[in-house]
């Protein structure tokens, strides 16, 4: 397998090439997050003057509840909102990782396939059973990793589940404080 420079220097290419897609991930990565970050503060920004502005022209106490029980739920959506952004960004990074680490161990599992292809070949007499064995090792290798992987994917998916469900649950919960806040100020004001 290893027979010239050429194949060597080819192995290296294509780890050089992995790991330059492994960091062109992680600063997409960091730019999108920045993005939405600078997006968040500008946002906040913009409805802390609003707000200020708002508060500052209220004239009785009746107008400061009904100001303050509105601002529950659109604060919540926008956490919950941006909560869901960074969570979708990170889980995209997460799956081109995934995606370059298995292109990458599927290509080293070729290789070492290779290489004890090679070394079978020109192993002396009487060491067969060795070559067995390192096939076996290998394939008992690649079966852990693939169990790994697969468990590593129904742990992700069921987290994905139970952040949706949690995310849907207190959406709902805040709705209904905020209902029940904004009944309970009209009774006061009436």
């Known amino acids: 397998m290893f027979a010239t420079p050429a194949q060597f220097t080819e192995i290296q290419k294509g780890q050089m090439d992995a790991a330059i897609a492994l960091s062109q991930t992680w600063?997409?990565?960091a730019?999108?997050?920045m993005e939405l970050n600078l997006a968040a503060a500008k946002a906040t920004l913009?409805?802390?003057?609003?707000?200020?502005?708002?508060?500052l022209s209220v004239r009785d106490v009746q107008e400061l509840l009904a100001l303050s029980g509105g601002l529950t739920q659109p604060t919540l959506e926008?956490?919950?909102?941006?909560?869901?952004?960074?969570?979708?960004?990170?889980?995209?990074?997460?799956?081109?990782?995934?995606?370059i680490v298995d292109a990458q161990i599927a290509e080293n599992n070729k290789q070492v396939a290779q290489l004890i292809d090679f070394a079978a070949k020109n192993a002396p007499a009487g060491s067969e059973s060795s070559v067995t064995m390192l096939k076996s090792a290998v394939a008992a290798a690649n079966t852990a990793y693939d169990t790994f992987s697969r468990a590593t994917r129904q742990a992700v998916e069921m987290a994905e589940s139970n952040v949706s469900s949690a995310t849907s649950?207190?959406?709902?919960?805040?709705?209904a404080a905020n209902d029940a806040a904004k009944s309970s100020t009209k009774r006061k004001t009436a």
């Open 31 to 33: 730019e999108r997050f």
């Open 169 to 175: 649950v207190t959406m709902k919960a805040a709705s």
């Open 27 to 29: 600063f997409d990565t």
């Open 78 to 99: 926008k956490a919950v909102s941006y909560s869901r952004n960074a969570y979708s960004i990170a889980n995209g990074a997460g799956s081109e990782v995934s995606r």
């Open 46 to 55: 913009e409805e802390s003057v609003e707000r200020t502005q708002a508060m």
